[in-house]
Structures are given as C-alpha cells and as structure tokens.
C-alpha cells in the first residue's frame, strides 16, 4: 500500500545527486551547529584547506539562518529556533556551499544592498567595510553584521543572491558560496 | 579580587577557555569561540577587566590561544582589546600575545583578521609562532 506523499522522496533523492556530500532543512540550533560542522571536517578532509574554508563559511550562514529566519521551530525546551536549508555540493575544482531560508519581504533590500556593496569590493576594500561594520552597535545575541562580509573574505569569491518570493510576506533567500579547492 | 576560570567545550556548545588571574595580571582566552549568545559569555569577562584595571592596577598580559573564533566573537575580542588599549593610554602596562599555529591550514586569513584587530583597535599584537 501507499500513502499520500506530497513530496516524491525519489525526486528529492535525485535532485541531490552523488556530488552532494551533505544535506539538511530543519531547525539549525548549537546541536546541528556542532553535528554538521563536526561532518564537515571529516567529510572534506581530502583537502583541508577548502574544508576549513567550508566550515566557517558554515558557522556563520548557519547562525545567521538560526537568529534572522522568518520560519521558526519551537523545541522542547520551548526555545524558538530559525529554520532553514544547508547544502554542500562538490566539483572537480570547488565547493559550492549553499543555504536557504525564509526571509520577511521588509528585510529583503537591505540584503540585497548589502551583498551587491559586498560584491563590488576587493579583498582590501572588503577588509575596511568589515572594520567600519563591526564598530556599529551589536545586533541580536552579539551579532556583529559582518558574516556575509566574512564569509566573502573566506571564499575568495563573490556572493550568488537570489530571491524569491513566496507569498505577500515571505520570500525564499538562498545563498550560494565557491569555495576553490 | 577573584579570578575567573572557564573550562572550554568542544561540544555542543564551543565555548573557549578563559583563565584570568588577578595576582598575576595574566589572562588567557584559548581554543574555540562560537556561542549561541556571545554577549551573555563575554560580558562578565569585560566587568572583570574593568575591575582589574580600576582596582588592582598592576601589569596585564593577555594571552590569546584562539584556534577558532566566528564574527560575533570578534567582535567581543575587538571590545577586550579596546578595554586593554585605553587601559595602556592611561599609564597601565599591557602586552598582548596572539599565539598561533604557523601550520594551520588558513593561517594566512588569521593573520590578517590580527592585523585588521591591530587597524581598528591602535594596540599591538605580538604574533608569536607556537
């Protein structure tokens, strides 16, 4: 017998093929932060350098996803905690990793300005803007507003933005990273 | 005046180790640093330094021993070192060692992210090779 599968786990099985060390959607809490960021290590041990890279460009997409998500999960310890995508997807010559959330339409600019400044800055250039934004005043839980500053400065690499909206309050923010090997 | 010594994790929480002694007028903060509530862990460490340089005056050395730190952290480092920096404008005796691991594979960005500490904060950091 069947049931009724709203999702085709056979198509979400192909649609992350044998290049995909390593999926999740769900609550990203300090648990998931330390299991995944544990398996990162090991599973891109082959080249230690792009997996560190991938490990802290981890660390902060992820928190970012924990504090600012639009979709919440309340555990049982009655904590709400921000729900959201995280993907490693591996080439001959890189990593891309890859996150996904839902974002409140009213913080949607301000992302998107801040990646595209982020964009047109070099390695110097982006070094500065990372000092001038960490003197701001902290944000929520001590956030210092420099991960995705951060996380351009580790990949060596610009930030591929897309968003898509959802319905009139939501749109899907996902965020893909190269990580050179 | 107490001291303060943290035991680090590496488990589900990353928390460092952070050994501030009063008698010596050593600090260490050590291993790894990336805490679901950075200001929650760090703020008792500033009222600490700001303690020990109001009341007990003597020479600081602050050691850093820091493997891995997120963005959050680094700012909590930034506000140390300023608390450390006008300490030393104002006649206190401060050195601040960065102690790193010349083998480590990114060792090139921490060392950039020291020289960038040095660029916003005015305070040198001796980099000292483990």
């Known amino acids: 017998m069947h049931y009724r599968r709203d999702v085709d786990i056979l198509d979400f099985h192909k649609s992350l093929d044998k290049n995909t060390p390593l999926s999740y959607k769900g609550p990203i809490d300090d648990r998931i932060l330390q299991a995944i960021g544990f398996y990162i290590e090991g599973l891109l041990k082959a080249t230690p350098k792009a997996g560190r890279k991938v490990f802290k460009i981890f660390i902060e997409l992820a928190q970012n996803i924990s504090y600012y998500s639009a979709e919440t999960s309340i555990l049982s310890d009655n904590k709400e905690i921000g729900t959201g995508m995280v993907l490693i997807n591996e080439s001959n010559d890189y990593y891309t990793f890859m996150t996904g959330n839902l974002v409140k339409n009213d913080d949607i600019v301000s992302i998107i300005e801040k990646s595209e400044i982020i964009n047109s800055l070099d390695h110097d250039e982006l070094r500065q803007y990372k000092r ?3 003197k701001l005043p902290p944000g929520r839980k001590g956030g210092a507003h420099i991960g995705l500053i951060q996380v351009a400065l580790t990949s060596a ?11 009139d309050e939501h749109s899907f923010f996902s965020i893909a990273v190269k990580i050179d090997k | 005046m107490e001291n303060i010594l943290i035991e680090g994790k590496h488990g589900v929480n990353f928390i460092p180790t952070v050994d501030f002694n009063a008698e010596t007028g050593i600090c260490e903060l050590a291993g790894e640093s990336y805490l679901e509530d950075t200001i929650d862990f760090y703020s008792p460490l500033y009222s600490w330094l700001r303690q020990y340089v109001a009341e007990v005056k003597n020479p600081i050395v602050y ?7 997120n963005t959050s952290s680094s700012k909590c480092i930034i506000d140390i070192l300023n608390i450390l920096k006008k300490y030393k404008d104002d006649g206190g005796t ?3 060692n960065w102690f790193y691991d010349a083998d480590e594979e990114d060792i090139e960005d921490e060392l950039e992210e020291i020289e960038d500490f040095m660029i916003e904060t005015n305070l040198t950091i001796n980099l000292v090779p483990n």
Do not use: G, K, S, T
Request: no cysteine.
């Open chain 1, 132 to 134: 001038e934004q960490r």
């Open chain 1, 157 to 167: 690499n610009p930030l591929d933005i897309e968003v898509n909206p959802i319905d």
């Open chain 2, 63 to 69: 050691n850093f021993r820091l493997r891995y730190f």
């Open chain 2, 94 to 96: 401060v050195e601040v």
